[in-house]
């Protein structure tokens, strides 16, 4: 194993329906991981009543478990997931009112990064499903809502969006641009290898681990981050990607000599670093 310290930019930890945070940081970090980057998940799976603002203090709440509990150093991400729109027009919500209550939560998700316990704004964006031309113009708004307080915040923001290829990077780039927020502060979760800046636009790709895209990325560079968007929920054991799937494919890879020691520490400090706007001190 190497002495590489290996991140996970995106995965999940829910002591509601999975294993909680303590358990998945202990699988994380004895297979070789050191950094959990983790994203508040969506209200519905704490509870019928829980509001934008509880499911991100949860969230740093389990951060900060970690931090306390275990070796590995957890940050949080906090927003709310465009599924959160969805289901509040599928309530009857007006579209205005809800788009309303989804920029405040985004103002509240500012706030806590700002206050020191959150390290950038996310999972925002708009559903991987069909939904009407009036909603995905809702979306699309909040998109470039986020990432304007990003923009003031000096934070990143993590876009949860349709599977992308090149023309959507140029889009979301382009919000960056508009929003005045730095473009590889732009976080594109659970993205294939488009690595090439000629691809992704500026924009971070953060690969879903798999051997396949972790591979194809390499090919074309290292600006990228690594992860899993590991659920947490005992009804779907080791969905998306399981808890130790970043360290060990990083270890492969560089067992393989198909990954070095210098881009490996590039893809988990450097650029998680330069990315987050963080030190890690490894």
Known sequence: MSEIPVTDNHIHVDPINGEGPL????????????????????????????????????????????NSKTQTKAYAIVGVHPAELSRLIKNGVPH?????????ALKTAQRIVQKGDAIGIGEIGRPHYEVSPEELEIHNKLILYSMELASDADCAVQLHTESATSKEFEEFANMAHESKLKAYKVVKHFSGPLVNKKENFGL??????????????????KNFLMETDYLDDLNRPGAVLGPKTVPRRTNELIRKEILSLEDAYTIHVKNVEKVYGIDLDF
């Open 96 to 104: 205005n009112r809800a788009e309303e209550m989804m920029k405040d």
């Open 204 to 221: 971070t790709p953060s690969l879903i681990s798999t051997r396949t895209v972790v591979i194809e990325g390499l090919k074309k560079g």
């Open 23 to 66: 358990e998945v940081a202990k699988k994380f970090e004895r297979a070789g991981g050191n950094i959990m980057i983790i994203p508040n998940k969506p209200t519905w799976t704490v509870s019928d009543t829980c509001s934008f603002k509880e499911a991100m203090e949860l969230v740093v709440s389990y951060v900060n478990e970690i």
